[in-house]
């Protein structure tokens, strides 16, 4: 009904935004490359002794429309991005009322004009780290969100998609980790609309894509700048005939990989084979044994191939003074495990309307609905979760269902295996729904006080509102409790923003000038309430009533953000730019006493190619040299930190719950942001005509004031406190090269290669030296306690701790005469007693890994061929480690799970001769101890991410014009990965950042495997 | 114009960012602070019950309680195979590093500083001045009940009356401060609860479980006969505590009841004039399940697999084979179980029961009795025998004690069996090992009257001087760099 009701409002938007004029002449015509292809977006613009004319962009074919004077001369200039500037004066249009204009190709793309904060620049012109994304093949690679773009394309940027679960989000990290307690994900920028969120952002929509890097460039957006700043624009109307397209694509997916576990026979032998090793009863006769066959895969009873489509179409267009772009998608995958799946429905209005010479004014708007089905992956283990970790542990001697038709539920024989739930009854009776509707809303206006001062406001909102519906019923574990809950989330910003630029050139000095204010405020609204103990499941999650035991919670909280930019961009000889910025942030969030925060950046960049001494060396075709310095800050942490709070708890008098309401921190009036200095050095290099293009950048960036959780005395009455002590240093560099390797009639063939390296040092932890951190499953280590990795001044973020494996002990008198104290006997692993004290124990653990890689890097190749056009794209990551929690379950360490095929075949036995690698079947000792260098796994890998081939057909001559393009394609993604890790995927971190954690990284434990998809795709445009 | 239009711009934002001052302090919805909590006299029950909330964790008078008190004693084995701190509890081996003691001496000062904050806030409410005494008395209460426990685990230890409200505050980093001195605050504390807190029978009935003025003679005796036997003794200790027993025995509130194990019942909790339970003088309060509230673990930790419970504790071996003699069958059968629906098990303490426990869960009614009248009448014997070991009126608390649970006449204590003072005091422990086993008593009561290393070496354990003590957690240590360690640590 809301949707309808947009759509007509819409509708009406775009009809009154029509309107005509005359007392002028029309002219058409077609905008096209040497290669006679169309330029679409192409501006046309008119210059005439009575000043500025008519500007329109060519459509997607090329074709433009763009009214002259009837009398007297004037110049037609038309540009875009790639193509030198072609000015025609009238004299060469001529009388008639066609004009072709041929664009020369310009591969350096200097006039390009680039998104920064709070305006535009071209690309010339900037001095900070700047990336932009080349979205050139994006709408013919199907993307999962639109921050997959950035993966394997841009130097600097990692990103990583830590859960395969369908609509789960990516993580993007920008030149390395910032902080430690809280988020270092960047800032999104969509149109203008800064911290929108991206999850419902359709990528077709998309523009342009733009990445702040340096201080210079990500200064102004401040106490948020400090991870980077992600700018996207999406696609605007251009003048002429309404453009209609459709795209579409279609495909399947199947799990990547799956892991090799032991099937049934395989696994009663082992069951067997470890009776035999305590000298107790075996649990199956070999009669029984030799009726069990292959048993169930389970794996291949929760995994499905499953189906992905999308659907696109988009209307744009307007008049000379109105443009509009509306678009609408729908995009439905299923998951691979069953029961899961992500739906999401997009529409997107964006418009802009000149209302007179001096008044521009304009809307982008987007409504999102997203389904989500999710399953229990990631599980901290236990003996009633995880549906992917069941299926790899469930006694694949067993059947789905027994002989009457019910789930088999006690995986026996006990006591010789651990009691757990069916997979199959887990995957298929429990559901997990996320309904979300996302909405922003955008509109700006701009009025021009003068040539070249404009005033600019935009006031916006966005609004999410979301509801999760949990339900398990009684039936689909042992213990028939059921679960009912139900959470809901309601959150909205504004944001108000009012700049003003001026812009001006004298003889060689030109200045540009950015100044405003903004002010911006989220709210956030939550609710939850749960029941177990269900007495009907008939219910599901719509009467929680029927559980006998229920908890209900509420929250509210909100925060805001004032703040003043500026920056002055000036120019000299065009040849040598300077650039300072400033920001002053006023955050609710921080203590009375350090309410602002400020943030100010400078750059210079020379542009050595002006320099007629380089301009005689005809290799070199661009030089730039660039070099920043500034403060970025990040003010993700909750709200309310700094202010003394008092919260609720329970205590019981005369029979009856009673509420209590005690102090819940001390209050720290001096909390503050992050704060990160960061330097820049860069060069922009083109060579050979551009045809080699070079930009590679040193950076070195600390962190101090960082946010940070100390201990505290608990005499206190509390043992932590959120202060801001602690430093973090990133320093490293990137590159990126982009090579037209041939460029002739109907062949043309571009690679990039992109390279970073990241080096990430704890610099300081205030006073304490160390401290541990990362989860660790509770139930893998009984003993339990111990993090997994440790943050340590002088080490990296992500360093695995735990014990050194050494081996396995291989006879009783090897442990005699090593003079262990430690329990072990022959075919227990042996760890590393690292202060010689005869004991294996906490104070035995180091360094075992670490989870930050040593480089990663991208390669993408486009070659075009006639109408046929094949994009590849290579990603990789070097040097990193993952710790592999699965094989304390499914290798050695809890005995009665299901295991990793292998285990039958290369685990130590009595009498094996140097079998170094896998401890006997009964060893307990890895599972008792903690995390141990054997399950540590290195995470290296390449990929081969994407391939596509198109073709474009050639329906536009078919059909006399009909169709504008048509473009087939198909297209694989992640179909190749070269790795060492046994895992199902070494992109993984089971941990993620749920609950606010920050501090697991690369961690593997039941997470949902990564997919192989092949899709087949169709763009139409009339 | 055009200037117009930029000046009115430019002062449009310093006008705005000038606004933005107050904009920028928070407001909060979900959760309180200063500016708009300690209002009203609800506001005043609702953090004493947020102090009182305080003693319920599994880490402090769930669990740990008897993990310090008991497990390095004769009463209370943990099993040792796991959890390797009580083993080390039981075997006096513990260190700094102990997560119990940590346990113990944080959750000592959480409760502290919310007795603190009540204690320095309350008296700004305007509210029936009777109705906000009793809550300061209730907070003085906690407050020196901690300090007891601190002083008497610790030694010295920082003391801190006040809140600490900013991360400079002068007393975030606190030295130790003599024990004689923690034992002082400990006893006016006790002193203010005594002289505010409602009597029993004053209580509403709807604030059953909270402090009365009973509970704080009741601890004032304990606290006394405790400094009486240590280094900071004062010569008028023992009269005191005498007087504090007296003032709970003469008040006729409390009687014991009739059947030993009525005192544990989950069913009766509650003093109440016409009945209820009168025994119990204060104790640690813990919900139903399907009440949102905490329940006690103590239930699962002490039973066998068979009764549906981890079994994680057992009866001490030395208990169950001399703890009572065969005419003790009432208190016996109550306190230790040997056998589950016919079957033998590991003998454990079965004291604490809920019917209404769900086997294999947390979810346990049980209460933590801290004071009960047993206790009162004991300590007046031991009190009056501390006095003048000749006074025969000093075997009536003992006696009446005895008598409840059904000891032979003849066996109960007299000149006759129990002749000399020093007799009295072997008799007296042995007494309230049968009568209050495992209720967070016996490694205060054996420090305190001299029998700690004897009855640890008679169960295998060596217990040298420096353990009367237990360490200072190491992570206060490494915390706070103006602590020092107890000798021997």
Redesign the interface.
């Known amino acids: 009904m809301l949707m309808r009701k947009m759509l007509f409002v819409l509708g009406m938007l775009i009809f009154l935004g029509q309107s005509l004029h005359a007392q002028e002449r029309t002219i058409t015509g077609k905008v096209i490359s040497s290669d006679n292809a169309p330029v679409a977006g192409a501006t046309v613009s008119v210059r005439s002794s009575s000043g500025k004319g008519e500007s329109v962009a060519a459509s997607a074919d090329g074709t433009y429309r763009v009214r002259v004077p009837n009398t007297g001369s004037y110049t037609l200039i038309i540009s875009a991005v790639g193509y030198d500037n072609l000015e025609v004066p009238s004299s060469a249009v001529g009388a008639g009322s066609t004009y072709t204009a041929t664009l020369k190709g310009n591969a350096k793309g200097l006039n390009e004009v680039v998104v920064v904060g709070y305006g535009t620049a071209k690309k010339k012109d900037l001095t900070g780290a700047v990336a932009t994304v080349s979205l050139t093949n994006s709408d013919q690679t199907p993307v999962l969100g639109a921050t997959q773009l950035l993966e394997g394309t841009v130097a600097g940027v990692q990103v990583t998609q830590y859960n395969s679960q369908p609509g789960a989000a990516f993580s993007v990290r920008i030149r390395g980790t910032n902080s430690i307690s809280y988020s270092s994900d960047p800032l999104y920028v969509l149109d203008g609309y800064a911290g929108a969120d991206l999850t419902g952002l359709n990528a077709t929509d998309i523009q342009s894509i733009d990445i702040l890097k340096d201080a210079s460039a990500a200064a102004i957006y401040g106490s948020r700048g400090a991870n980077g700043v992600v700018l996207i624009t999406t696609k605007k109307g251009v003048a002429g005939k309404p453009a209609v397209s459709f795209d579409m694509y279609t495909g399947e997916q199947q799990v990547a990989r799956r892991l090799k576990m032991m099937n049934g026979t395989q696994f009663a032998t082992y069951l067997n084979q470890i009776a035999t090793f305590n000298n107790t009863a075996k649990p199956y006769t070999d009669a029984q044994i030799a009726k069990i066959g292959a048993g169930t895969d389970w794996q291949k009873a929760i995994y499905r191939t499953a189906p992905m489509s999308n659907y696109f179409i988009n209307v744009s267009g307007g008049s000379d003074n109105n443009h509009y772009y509306l678009s609408a998608n729908y995009f439905d995958q299923q998951g691979v495990l069953i029961n899961t799946g992500y739906k999401r429905g997009t529409v997107r209005f964006n418009m802009d309307s000149k209302i007179s010479d001096k008044v521009r004014a304009g809307i982008n708007s987007a409504v999102t609905y997203a389904w989500t089905a999710r399953s229990d992956v990631n599980s901290n283990g236990g003996s009633t979760s995880g549906t992917i970790l069941n299926a790899l542990r469930f006694n694949p001697a067993l059947p789905i269902r027994d002989s009457a038709g019910n789930f088999t539920f006690q995986d026996g024989p006990l006591p010789y295996t651990d009691q757990m739930g069916n997979p199959v009854a887990q995957a298929t009776q429990n559901t997990d729904r996320q309904y979300d509707i996302r909405t922003l809303l955008n509109a700006f206006v701009e009025y021009e ?2 040539p070249g ?1 404009r ?1 600019r406001s935009t006031i916006g909102g966005e609004l999410y509102n979301g509801r999760e519906e949990i339900f398990k019923p009684t039936t689909s574990y042992l213990a028939p409790a059921g679960q009912a809950q139900v959470n809901t989330n309601n959150n909205y910003n504004y944001l108000n923003e ?1 700049t ?1 630029t001026f812009d001006k050139t004298m003889g060689i000095h030109a200045i540009n000038v950015v100044a ?2 903004t ?1 911006q405020l989220w709210k956030n609204k939550s609710a939850n309430a749960s029941a177990t103990s269900l007495s009907s499941n008939a219910y599901g999650t719509d009467n929680l009533s029927v559980g ?2 229920s ?1 209900v919670t ?7 953000l ?1 703040s ?1 930019l500026m920056r002055v961009n000036y120019r000299l000889m065009d040849k040598y730019i300077f650039t300072f910025n400033m920001r ?1 942030d ?4 921080f203590g ?1 006493n350090k ?1 602002w925060g400020y943030f100010p950046s400078g750059a210079f960049a020379w542009r050595a190619s002006d320099e007629k001494f380089i301009q005689n060396i005809s290799a070199i075709s661009e030089l730039k040299v660039r070099l920043s310095y500034g403060l970025t800050g990040n003010q993700e942490i909750p ?2 930190l ?6 609720t ?16 921190n ?5 909390l503050a942001w992050e704060q990160t200095a960061s330097t820049d050095a860069g060069i922009d290099l083109g060579l050979f005509n551009n045809t080699l293009q070079f930009t590679g950048d040193y950076y070195n960036k600390k962190t101090t004031k960082l946010l940070y959780t100390v ?9 932590t ?1 959120i ?1 801001n002590i602690g430093a973090v240093r990133n320093q490293g560099f990137e590159f990126a090269i982009t090579s037209t390797n041939i460029n002739k009639k109907g062949l043309r063939w571009t690679t990039t290669v992109n390279f970073s390296r990241n080096l990430n040092k704890i610099l300081s932890l205030g006073s ?1 030296p160390y401290q541990y951190t990362g989860n660790v499953s509770t139930s893998l280590f ?2 339990g ?1 111990q993090a997994s990795a440790i943050l340590k001044v002088g080490q990296p973020f992500g360093s695995f701790y735990g014990y050194k494996f050494l081996g396995i002990w291989q006879s009783a008198d090897e442990i005699a005469k090593s003079g262990t104290k430690q329990a072990v006997k022959p075919g227990d692993p042996h760890y590393a007693d690292l202060n010689a004290d005869g004991q294996v124990n906490a104070s035995d653990r180091m360094i075992i890994g670490h989870a930050l890689p040593k480089f990663t890097a991208g390669f993408s190749s486009d070659l075009r061929v006639g109408a046929f056009n094949l994009y590849v794209l290579i990603q990789g990551v070097y040097g990193d480690n993952i710790l592999n929690e699965n094989k304390i379950e499914m290798e050695n360490g809890t005995t009665g799970d299901n295991k990793f095929a292998y285990v039958a075949t290369d685990s130590w036995v009595p009498g094996a001769v140097n079998n170094n690698r896998l401890p006997i079947v009964t060893s307990t000792v890895r599972r008792g101890l903690g995390v141990t260098s054997d399950i540590m796994e290195d995470g290296s890998y390449a990929r081969l991410k994407t391939v596509t081939l198109s073709y474009d057909v050639p329906l536009p001559k078919l059909t006399g014009g009909v169709f504008k393009k048509a473009t087939v394609y198909i297209t694989g993604q992640n179909l190749l990965t070269l790795t060492h890790y046994s895992g199902y995927d070494p992109e993984v971190n089971s941990y993620g950042n749920s609950n606010g954690n920050y501090s697991s990284l690369n961690t593997d434990y039941n997470p949902y495997p990564n997919v192989r998809s092949y899709m087949a795709g169709i763009k139409l445009g009339f | 114009m ?1 200037k117009n ?2 000046l009115v ?1 430019a002062a ?2 310093a006008l ?2 000038g606004a ?2 107050k ?12 500016s708009n ?1 300690y209002q009203t006299a609800a ?1 005043a ?10 003693l ?1 964790p599994q880490a402090y008078y769930q669990r740990t309680i008897y993990i310090i008190t008991e497990c390095p004693a004769d009463c209370l084995a943990p099993i040792l195979t ?1 959890n390797q701190e009580r083993i080390d509890m039981y075997k006096i081996q513990y260190n700094a590093a102990n ?1 119990e003691i940590t346990n113990w ?2 959750n000592s ?2 409760l ?3 007795a ?2 009540v204690i320095a806030n309350v008296p700004k409410i305007n509210m029936d001045v009777n109705a906000r005494n009793n809550i300061l008395g209730n907070a003085y209460f906690l407050r020196g009940m901690a300090y007891f426990d601190l002083v008497r685990s610790f030694g010295d230890v ?1 003391l ?1 009356t006040k ?5 400079g ?1 002068s ?4 030295k130790r401060t003599a024990a004689a001195t923690i034992y002082q605050q400990a006893i006016s504390d006790l002193k203010f609860a005594e002289a505010n807190c409602f009597s029993e029978p004053n209580i509403a ?6 402090v009365s003025n009973g509970a704080a003679s009741a601890m004032l005796a304990r606290v006394f006969l405790q400094r009486a036997k240590s280094p900071y003794a004062d010569g008028g200790d023992n009269q005191a505590a005498l007087d504090e027993c007296n003032k709970v025995i003469n008040s006729n509130v409390y009687s014991l009841m009739p059947n030993y194990g009525d005192v544990f019942s989950c069913d009766n ?2 003093y109440s004039v016409t009945g209820g339970n009168k025994e119990v003088i204060f104790a640690v ?10 329940q006690n673990i103590t239930c699962r930790m002490f039973s066998p697999a068979l009764l549906g419970g981890s079994g994680s504790f057992v009866a001490n071996t030395n208990f169950v084979n001399n703890g009572y003699p065969v005419y003790d069958t009432m208190r016996h059968n109550w306190n230790i179980g040997t056998k589950v629906n016919g079957s033998a098990v590991t003998p454990f303490i079965y004291k604490y029961r809920d019917a209404k426990w769900v086997a294999n869960s947390n979810n346990s009614r049980v209460n933590w009795i801290v004071l009960r009248y047993a206790d009162v009448l004991l300590m007046q014997s031991e009190a009056m025998n501390n006095l003048n070991p000749n006074d025969p009126g000093k075997f009536a608390g003992i006696d009446k004690v005895q008598q409840r649970a059904k000891i032979p006449l003849a066996n109960q204590y007299s000149f006759v069996n129990v002749p000399t003072a020093d007799n009295f005091v072997d008799s007296l422990l042995k007494e309230r090992q049968r009568e209050l086993c495992v209720e967070g008593h016996r490694r205060w009561d054996l420090i305190r009257l001299g029998r700690y290393q004897q009855i640890e070496s008679s169960i295998g354990m060596t217990l040298p001087d420096s353990r009367l003590l237990l360490p200072l ?1 190491q ?2 240590l ?3 760099k103006n ?1 020092t360690q107890n000798t021997g640590y």
Do not use: H
């Open positions: 006080i003068i001062l005033l009012n003003i405003g204010w002010y006998s035991a908890s509420s929250n509210t909280n909100k925060n805001n004032a003043g002053a006023g955050s609710s969030r009375v309410k709200d309310y700094s202010l003394p709070q008092y919260s708890n329970t205590y019981y008098l005369d029979g009856a719950r009673v509420v209590g309401i005690s102090p819940n001390i209050a720290n009036a001096d201990s505290l005395p608990s005499t206190s009455g509390f043992t406190m202060q304490v009984p003993s306690g | 055009k239009i930029l711009t449009a934002g705005f960012l933005c001052k904009q920028l302090l928070e407001t909060t919805y979900s959760v309180l602070t200063p909590f506001d029950q609702s953090a004493i019950n947020g102090v009182l909330s305080a319920q796991q997560p001496w944080q000062y959480k502290i500083s919310r603190n904050d920082p801190l809140p600490i409200t900013s991360p505050d007393t975030l980093f606190p009935v709807a604030n059953k479980g909270m909790k509650y309060q813990f919900g139903d399940n399907s009440s949102s509230t905490t957690p992570t206060e490494d915390a706070n602590l």
